[in-house]
């Protein structure tokens, strides 16, 4: 999934964003709370791990903001020991979750992964679909019968089409949610990770919108 982090503080941004990373998502960090304003009015993050702590403006007030706008990306507010007020606070702007410094990397991730699930309205951990079984905690993928553990990027995506069934995605979403600002993107990256998609999953798997971008169909029920 693609997040973002906002935090000042350079060893603990540094060490979540390694953490994170390693965990298969893309991460963008950010150091105060007016970059990060303007980076959650242009761009979609699927999930936001917010400081409260920032320079130039507060992380509440970034909240507060993007709340107003009525932007719903999921939250996770950082806050430090002392500030239950803030927390509360947090909490009552429209925070989804918190979590206290100094905490465990291991629990962060899993209450990311469990805000996202209840972002996208899935009540199991697990996502299934004609008979591809995706396990976002394990990172892994069963798909008849056979164990596939997938490159970080192809694995986000096949992510990110699954919990989108019925939606076209256009090109310039999904490459965002795989490639974090400063990597280099090859024009056709994108179109290389759908044919390796395609190419585990079956052609059918993935369609082309032309004009658009690419779609898995939805499932009917
Ligand atoms: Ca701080």
Redesign the pocket.
Known sequence: MRALLV???ED?GEVIRTALTREGNTVDWLKDGQSAILALTSENFDVVIL?????IIS?LEVLHTIRSHGNAVPVLI?T?HETIEDRVRGLDMGADDYMVKPFDLDELSARIRAMRRRGTGRASPMITYKGISLDPAAHSVNFQEQMFSLPRREFALLQKLLENQGKALSREQLTQSIYSWDEDVDSNALEVHIHNLRKKFGVELIHTIRGVGYMVAKEES
């Not at 400081?51 to 320079?55: A, E, F, S, T």
């Open positions: 935090e000042d503080d603990l400081d409260l702590g920032l320079p992380g950082l430090a």
